[in-house]
């Protein structure tokens, strides 16, 4: 993707994350109020409260295609149990009591923090271009640490993302 094309895209992307969040706004609830004993141990209480879930039946993803983005058509075509806009995640509904996941996509909303939404978008749709969903780097990230996590090793998840990113490019 050239650094034109993200451009045209990005405000469009933006555009439909933000209506995404508006119209689920009701629906969303605390990170905190699943009462996970874990989480707290790896996030700070900050930025647990900071974050909010909403569980779906579908996984709502940006019409990539019709902002003339198809080179993402696989990516749209995916089924994904979990995604994350900013501050804010969607898991499918047989999903949402699962502690993993929920982890999984707090690491994305580090992500979206550190980063900030233009840096994030670029890196991630830069990494899906060149090495497919799973391998791209800010989502092998959240793989790593939730396979961390769910081994039970302890580290500071929030310290681990901001470490990782500096040695993250595309
Ligand atoms: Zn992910």
Redesign the pocket.
């Known amino acids: 993707m050239t650094p034109q094309e993200f451009d045209a895209a990005f405000p469009k992307v933006m555009g439909w994350i933000e209506r995404t969040l508006t119209a689920h706004q009701a629906l969303a609830r605390p990170a905190g109020s699943k009462n996970f004993k874990r989480l707290p141990r790896y996030f700070s209480r900050a930025q647990i409260e900071a974050a909010r879930f909403v569980a779906v039946d579908r996984i709502p993803l940006p019409p990539l295609s019709s902002i003339g983005l198809t080179r993402f058509k696989q990516f749209e075509r995916g089924d994904y149990d979990?995604i994350t806009y900013l501050d804010t995640y969607f898991l499918k509904r047989p999903k949402a009591g699962d502690e993993n996941l929920h982890f999984?996509?707090m690491i994305?909303v580090v992500q979206w923090r550190l980063l900030g939404a233009e840096f994030f978008l670029a890196l991630y749709a830069g990494g899906l271009e060149r090495f497919g969903y799973r391998d791209s780097p800010l989502?092998k990230m959240?793989y790593d640490a939730q396979d961390m996590f769910a081994r039970g090793e302890s580290f500071n998840a929030e310290e681990f993302v901001a470490e990782k990113l500096t040695r993250v490019s595309i």
Do not use: L, N, P
């Open positions: 979990g999984h996509e994305h989502e959240a």
